[in-house]
Antibody
């Protein structure tokens, strides 16, 4: 079964760091573009970052310079390293996959999300 | 930066047709994807690349894209269709979502 499972969320103070993980099963992350999408409480979806199959990475303006996306093919896992966290980063963070051979395509598989709360 | 705009809410009577729009500059030149999200759940794609429907999504769901407006149409609306719906496009290696539309079934 194709599945994404996020972990690593929690309560963190402003200015702190957190690393989210997205463990994939049923497919190889190296063959798909992988994304992070977040949703603040009661708000809409906001794209955060993508890592392409070729390794290129892109970020939204709101997180560029603070967040880093990466992948570990040996663990079949995608990560989101989040530094200098702010209250406005509070959200459910979803990992989302694009179809194999897709590029700037639909998010066909989503994880269940992990909650990040930035508060003192 | 690219902006896509959706109505905040759409109401439709049970069994009627719901239309949700997604407006953006020359959006017809982009692939538009649509997601359904129920409370407490992850989004699920209902239409991708303007008009394609994933397996398992009812034929009642359809999409179109022309000019500056992409449209998600839900025919014979059921109570279970009551959800938030989001459109999604890409522009210059950045993904953009519409603000979401809450569909209410009367």
């Amino acid at each position: 079964e194709v599945q994404l499972v996020e972990s690593g969320g929690g309560l963190i103070q402003p200015g702190g760091s957190l690393r989210l993980s997205c463990a994939a099963s049923g497919f190889t992350v190296n063959n798909n573009c992988m994304n992070w999408v977040r949703q603040a409480p009661g708000k809409g979806l906001e794209w955060v970052s993508v890592i392409y199959t070729g390794g290129n990475r892109y970020y939204s303006d709101s997180v560029r310079g603070r967040f880093t996306i990466s992948s570990d093919t040996s663990k079949n896992t995608v990560y989101l390293q989040m530094n200098s966290l702010r209250a406005e980063d509070t959200a459910v963070y979803y990992c989302a996959r694009e179809p194999e051979l897709g590029h700037n395509d639909v998010f066909d598989i989503w994880g269940q999300g992990t909650m990040v709360t930035v508060s003192s | 930066s690219y902006e896509v705009t959706q109505p905040l809410s759409v109401s439709v009577a049970l069994g009627q047709t719901a239309t949700i729009t997604c407006r953006g500059d020359k959006i017809e030149s982009k692939n538009v994807h649509w997601y359904q999200q129920k409370p407490g759940q992850a989004p699920v794609v209902v239409i991708y690349r303007d008009t394609s429907r994933p397996s398992g999504i009812p034929e009642r769901f359809s999409g179109s894209n022309s000019g500056n407006t992409a449209t998600l149409t839900i025919s014979r609306v059921q109570a279970g269709d009551e959800s938030d719906y989001y459109c999604h496009v890409w522009d210059s290696s950045t993904a953009f979502f519409g603000g979401g539309t809450k569909l209410t079934v009367l």
